[in-house]
């Protein structure tokens, strides 16, 4: 257990006097009993020197010398049985040897009284024979926990020196290697991603005042470069979109400048005023002035029409206008049935979608011996993607020619022909406002007459007021 507490430097011993007989207590690390025959008779001599004393706790350490070497030793004894240990002085001071201490530097083995046992030097280990040396230089000292001793280090004012300056040269080409690394760093940092980045934001700075800039930025930053391709990319995607909303925009005003230049067709206008002076004429006043309102209501909804949409209850009553213009010209050839549901009366549609085709079934009439009636219905219809608006237009005349009514249903415009373009143009406006969400069926109806179904999305006026016009 002594050999596991106190390490190799301290060995300890039994002596008992009675029988003369030595028992050394400490192994080495091969396991074997350590002691030399110098140390041997070392102890014996301590113990002769010792032998008339009693056993004392505070028996002082010795240092004496044997084999060349310098030891320390204190024995204790009780009756006739001697404890005692001893330590090289050597195997304590060697350890430092590897230390900078510098020419005037050392290391001591000092006693509790301050006396140097022992003292390391450049020149090796010696045995310092006189009292208290004075200290040289920059000292420290550290007692020993296993002994009163202490271990007094002493470096020399050069070697304090010489081990300052080298750690701040060493602090010196650690800072000075910094400050390299740090420029490469920052040098590394403005090629390869602030330079990219100013020049990715000129590129936006452009872009911002109304500009294209479709350089690509050049640079060692992919990922930059990968965001500067979309970005140039989705700009391109940008001037295309806008291209082709101007057109799409010049198109729809093209159509809406088409579609009323139909409407406002003179030889209709005049028919109407020629009828209302011959009633006049006629002494028919009542309905001179029914015709006349009739024919106000007409066209005040076509030149205030100017707006996108219209709701459906603005649009029925224009047709009820046509409807009743013809029914005074006209008494015996037809007769109309519009019904509105009171949930759809706001629903937006875009001008003349309904009349367009009430037209053209009431042309019908004049062609025919018979009479012939024309019915519009509009209904609310729910569907899994939303509220939408039903629009049922028929009529009892003939129906669609074949050819004209297999181009509708391939979605095809009719050919350009007279009668035929106001269709046309319907069915432009239609694609453009309702797109996929819009739906328009064509058909003849089995007992005779023209059949179109149409389905919208459900928009109220009060949604967008400022598109609509007053009733």
Not at 78 to 94: M, P
Not at 124 to 138: C, H, N, P
Not at 271 to 283: A, P, R
Not at 335 to 342: G, K, L, M, Q, R
Request: with cysteine; hydrophobic share 35%.
């Amino acid at each position: 257990p002594y050999m596991w507490e106190y390490g190799t430097e301290f060995s300890f011993f039994i002596y008992l006097e009675n029988s003369g007989q030595y028992y050394p207590l400490s192994i080495s690390d091969s396991g074997d009993y350590r002691e030399t025959p110098e140390e041997k008779r070392m102890i014996l001599q301590q113990l002769h020197r010792i032998r008339k004393t009693t056993y004392s706790v505070k028996k002082r350490w010795n240092a004496v010398s044997a084999g060349g070497e310098t030891y320390i030793c204190k024995i204790a004894r009780n009756q006739d049985v001697c404890l005692g240990c001893y330590a090289n002085v050597k195997s304590i001071l060697e350890p430092y040897s590897g230390i900078m201490l510098g020419d005037q530097g050392y290391v001591r083995l000092v006693d509790e009284e301050g006396r140097t046992v022992s003292e390391l030097t450049k020149n090796g280990i010696s045995v310092q024979k006189t009292g208290k040396t004075e200290d040289a230089g920059y000292s420290i000292r550290q007692s020993l926990s296993r002994a009163p001793f202490s271990i007094q280090m002493g470096i020399s004012n050069r070697a304090v020196l010489k081990v300052s300056a080298g750690s701040l040269l060493l602090l010196l080409a650690g800072a000075a290697a910094f400050i390299i690394a740090g420029a490469a760093i920052l040098l590394y940092l403005r090629y390869n991603m602030i330079a990219p980045i100013q020049r990715f934001a000129s590129r936006l700075e452009v872009y911002d005042q109304g500009g294209y800039a479709l350089e690509m930025t050049q640079g060692n930053l992919q990922e930059l470069e990968q965001i500067d391709s979309k970005f140039h990319k989705m700009i391109r995607q940008i001037q295309k979109l806008k291209i082709t909303l101007y057109e799409n925009e010049i198109q729809k005003q093209k159509m809406e400048m088409e579609y009323l230049n139909l409407q406002i067709r003179p030889h209709f206008y005049l028919n109407c005023l020629n009828f209302i002076y011959s009633m006049i004429d006629f002494g028919q006043y009542a309905a001179a002035q029914k015709m006349t309102q009739i024919t106000a209501g007409y066209l005040r909804y076509i030149f205030r029409c100017d707006r996108a949409h219209v709701p459906v209850k603005a649009e029925t009553q224009h047709c009820r206008d046509y409807l009743d213009i013809l029914l005074l010209r006209y008494p015996e050839k037809f007769e109309y049935y519009i019904e509105v549901h009171e949930e759809v009366t706001d629903a937006l549609i875009f001008p003349f979608l309904i009349q367009v085709f009430v037209e053209n079934s009431a042309k019908q009439m004049l062609t025919l011996e018979r009479k012939i009636l024309i019915s519009v219905t509009v209904y609310p219809e729910d569907r899994e993607e939303g509220k939408y608006v039903n629009i049922y237009i028929s009529d009892t005349g003939n129906g669609f020619p074949d050819d004209i009514l297999t181009r509708l249903k391939e979605n095809k415009e009719p050919e350009t022909k007279e009668g035929h373009i106001g269709i046309s143009n319907c069915l432009r406006r239609f694609r453009n406002s309702y797109g996929d969400a819009g739906e328009i069926f064509f058909s003849n109806s089995p007992l005779g007459g023209a059949v179109v179904d149409i389905h919208l999305p459900y928009t109220a006026e009060s949604e967008v007021t400022d598109e609509s016009i007053d009733n």
